[in-house]
T-cell receptor, first 116, second 113 residues
């Protein structure tokens, strides 16, 4: 029972192509995030959205754009893909009502993107 | 500037023994620290967290220790099991960073049967 889903799970594309990665969640969370994982670099934040009308750049937003179509959907676009955008991409969600305050995030299964 | 560091890229431990994963941070404004576990072909899953006002939090076989003066935290897994073999990420959050999570680079744990 996947609460956070990502499509596609794998994608191979060519330099210069436009790519969209999609994320959907059934957790009812208001906050959504996009990360990329590279070997030896951990998870780095690309964009985040605290609600449908609130979208913010993360530490590595250059070359990416996002759209929050609804509370449950957050898509990431690569307008013109380049080889150094080859990475694992993860979507995550969190609930601002988490009273513990640790901002525990729930991750999707990831999309492996290869740009040739 | 890496605010959260995991200096050991890998760790190998015998089944039944203790696994200790370490994490250092530089930002004294972090309010919470979290550990995530990641298996291949899956997303990271939350494991355990600790508030900056505490020095220990325990959940079954997993205990996290926080040493604020040293800006260091560690995750202890006792006893280690082969199913614990995964990549472990340390993360930190705080109001000063807008509650965003800052992740370390991860440590790959291998538990030998």
């Amino acid at each position: 029972d996947a609460d956070v889903t990502q499509t596609p799970r794998n994608r191979i594309t060519k330099t210069g192509k436009r790519i969209m990665l999609e994320c959907s969640q059934t957790k009812g969370h208001d906050r959504m995030y996009w990360y990329r994982q590279d070997p030896g670099l951990g998870l780095r934040l690309i964009y985040y959205s605290f609600d449908v009308k609130d979208i913010n750049k993360g530490e590595i937003s250059d070359g990416y754009s996002v759209s929050r179509q609804a509370q449950a959907k957050f898509s990431l676009s690569l307008e013109s893909a380049i080889p150094n955008q080859t990475a694992l991409y993860f979507c995550a969600t969190s609930d601002r009502r988490n009273l513990q305050g640790a901002n525990e995030q729930f991750f999707g299964p990831g999309t492996r993107l290869t740009v040739l | 500037d890496q605010q959260v560091k995991q200096n050991s890229p890998s760790l190998s431990v015998q089944e039944g023994r203790i696994s200790i994963l370490n994490c250092d941070y530089t930002n004294s404004m972090f309010d919470y620290f979290l550990w995530y576990k990641k298996y291949p072909a899956e997303g990271p899953t939350f494991l355990i967290s600790i508030s900056s006002i505490k020095d220990k939090n325990e959940d079954g076989r997993f205990t996290v220790f926080l040493n604020k003066s040293a800006k260091h935290l560690s995750l202890h897994i006792v006893p280690s099991q082969p199913g614990d073999s995964a990549v472990y990420f340390c993360a930190a959050s705080g109001k000063s960073s807008g509650d965003k999570l800052t992740f370390g680079t991860g440590t790959r744990l291998a538990v030998r049967p």
